[in-house]
């Protein structure tokens, strides 16, 4: 008999399935035995199988979701003089991945229902900044509805466009692969994510083999043989351990993507007619998002919500506040960001959203308890 909860973390990482992690240790031990420590077969058969699994043409693996962005961008050429569009709602790596390769960032702001860049302001942009190259980022496992209208806009004003994808490994636009579509996509394998490594690593996609295999060169020292180096790059080589456990979790990954999706399904369902919205991915005008389930992203009234925090607290509920500010209000941007175009769209939605519970085989008993317990604050406070 299955007891109650009493408690949902946030997440739980441990949630694997059965005689997963003797398999990825089976497979370190023998790979340490044959001597394979910063290379080897292993890393190609993980690329292989990443090829496959997220339907792209070319991918460079790399050591973290940051870099992958900076190789990217330094892939393109980018650097000192050029301007680099993001939107204001974002995890700071993109902004300072930027800053990371000399160019300048320029934030501009998000659509208050969709969370997302829409193509109006990002043409509006292009037009005030001619900007060098845009970085469109696919937060919470979604994607911006005007993705296709923005991938033609840059196309056609000769702007790079890279789609940070760290929160959208497996998210699906129009019945096909989000990462796979994009002309360049990077995504981060950080353990939280859909697909997690144990500890840090990357990628990048691209529609283009010669992208991804300059990026290869540029994550080993600009390698062109062991030792002629035909660029100035860094070390940003992925791990034998970590493809191994990539690949790994690459077997079971439709099944993660399920159980996230019915999760979010769960909350949609049972919290509607709350005064806690539940946010999805925008399906309109013919353009369909499959979301991975990465986050459950709610929105609740902004006076309310330290108060709900402490609740969330009081009940042992993980949350989380993702994110809780704009890109152009960091401290740490002002020294960097000599343009911006914002209205505070961004800032405001950061003082409202609430994240959920939401992670890999959560259990019935769990998402109830959270479901009952959100119930029945905003009974008692509403």
Same mark, same amino acid.
């Given at each position: 008999?299955?007891?109650?909860?009493?408690?949902?973390?946030?997440?739980?990482?441990?949630?694997?399935? &059965?005689?997963?992690?003797?398999?990825?240790?089976?497979?370190?031990?023998?790979?340490?035995?044959?001597?394979?420590?910063?290379?080897?077969?292993?890393?190609?058969?993980?690329?292989?199988?990443?090829?496959?699994?997220?339907?792209?043409?070319?991918?460079?693996?790399?050591?973290?979701?940051?870099?992958? +962005?900076?190789?990217?961008?330094?892939?393109?050429?980018?650097?000192?003089?050029?301007?680099?569009? *993001?939107?204001?709602?974002?995890?700071?790596?993109?902004?300072?991945?930027?800053?990371?390769?000399?160019?300048?960032?320029?934030? *501009?702001?998000?659509?208050?229902?969709?969370?997302?860049?829409?193509?109006?302001?990002?043409?509006?942009?292009?037009? !005030?900044?001619?900007?060098?190259?845009?970085?469109?980022?696919?937060?919470?496992?979604?994607?911006?509805?005007?993705?296709?209208?923005?991938?033609?806009?840059?196309?056609?004003?000769? *702007?790079?466009?890279?789609?940070?994808?760290?929160?959208?490994?497996?998210?699906?636009?129009?019945?096909?692969?989000? +990462?796979?579509?994009?002309?360049?996509?990077?995504?981060?394998?950080?353990?939280?994510?859909?697909?997690?490594?144990?500890?840090?690593?990357?990628?990048?996609?691209?529609?283009?083999?010669?992208?991804? &295999?300059?990026?290869?060169?540029?994550?080993?020292?600009?390698?062109?043989?062991?030792?002629?180096?035909?660029?100035?790059?860094?070390?940003?080589?992925?791990?034998?351990?970590?493809?191994?456990?990539?690949?790994?979790?690459?077997k079971h990954i439709k099944q993660r993507l399920e159980s996230r999706r019915k999760n979010i399904e769960h909350y949609t369902?049972?919290?509607?007619?709350?005064?806690? $919205?539940?946010?999805?991915?925008?399906?309109?005008?013919?353009? !369909?998002?499959? &979301?991975?389930?990465?986050?459950?992203?709610?929105?609740?009234?902004?006076?309310?919500?330290?108060?709900? *925090?402490?609740?969330?607290?009081?009940? !042992?509920?993980?949350?989380?506040?993702?994110?809780?500010?704009?890109?152009?209000?960091?401290?740490?941007?002002?020294?960097?960001?000599?343009?911006?175009?914002?209205?505070?769209?961004?800032?405001?939605?950061?003082?409202?959203?609430?994240?959920?519970?939401?992670?890999?085989?959560?259990?019935?008993?769990?998402?109830?308890?959270?479901? $009952?317990?959100?119930?029945?604050?905003?009974?008692?406070?509403?």
């Amino acid at each position: 008999m299955t007891s109650t909860p009493t408690s949902v973390p946030f997440i739980d990482l441990l949630r694997t399935e &059965e005689g997963f992690l003797e398999t990825v240790q089976s497979r370190v031990s023998l790979a340490l035995k044959e001597g394979h420590y910063a290379s080897g077969p292993e890393v190609q058969s993980c690329q292989h199988s990443m090829l496959a699994v997220s339907e792209s043409q070319s991918l460079a693996l790399c050591a973290n979701g940051t870099d992958a +962005i900076q190789l990217a961008l330094r892939a393109y050429g980018l650097g000192s003089g050029d301007k680099v569009l *993001i939107p204001d709602m974002t995890f700071w790596a993109t902004f300072e991945a930027v800053v990371n390769v000399a160019a300048t960032p320029i934030p *501009i702001d998000v659509n208050w229902n969709t969370l997302h860049l829409c193509a109006k302001e990002v043409e509006k942009a292009i037009d !005030k900044f001619s900007p060098q190259a845009l970085i469109l980022v696919h937060l919470y496992g979604w994607a911006s509805p005007d993705t296709e209208e923005i991938r033609t806009l840059c196309r056609e004003r000769n *702007i790079h466009l890279i789609e940070d994808s760290a929160q959208a490994f497996g998210t699906r636009f129009n019945d096909k692969s989000l +990462i796979g579509e994009a002309p360049c996509a990077t995504t981060s394998f950080y353990p939280a994510k859909v697909l997690g490594a144990s500890g840090d690593a990357g990628a990048v996609f691209a529609k283009d083999a010669k992208i991804t &295999e300059l990026i290869g060169k540029l994550a080993n020292h600009g390698r062109m043989d062991h030792y002629e180096h035909g660029w100035v790059g860094w070390n940003s080589r992925i791990g034998v351990y970590e493809s191994i456990f990539l690949e790994e979790s690459l077997k079971h990954i439709k099944q993660r993507l399920e159980s996230r999706r019915k999760n979010i399904e769960h909350y949609t369902r049972e919290l509607k007619g709350l005064p806690l $919205e539940v946010l999805r991915a925008s399906n309109s005008s013919g353009k !369909k998002v499959l &979301e991975n389930g990465y986050l459950s992203v709610c929105r609740v009234d902004e006076a309310l919500r330290p108060k709900f *925090i402490e609740f969330l607290k009081e009940k !042992k509920i993980g949350f989380g506040t993702v994110y809780p500010g704009a890109m152009s209000r960091q401290r740490g941007a002002q020294d960097y960001m000599k343009e911006s175009m914002t209205d505070g769209t961004a800032d405001r939605i950061s003082k409202t959203i609430i994240n959920l519970p939401c992670f890999t085989y959560m259990t019935t008993g769990e998402l109830d308890y959270v479901v $009952e317990n959100v119930r029945n604050f905003f009974k008692k406070n509403v």
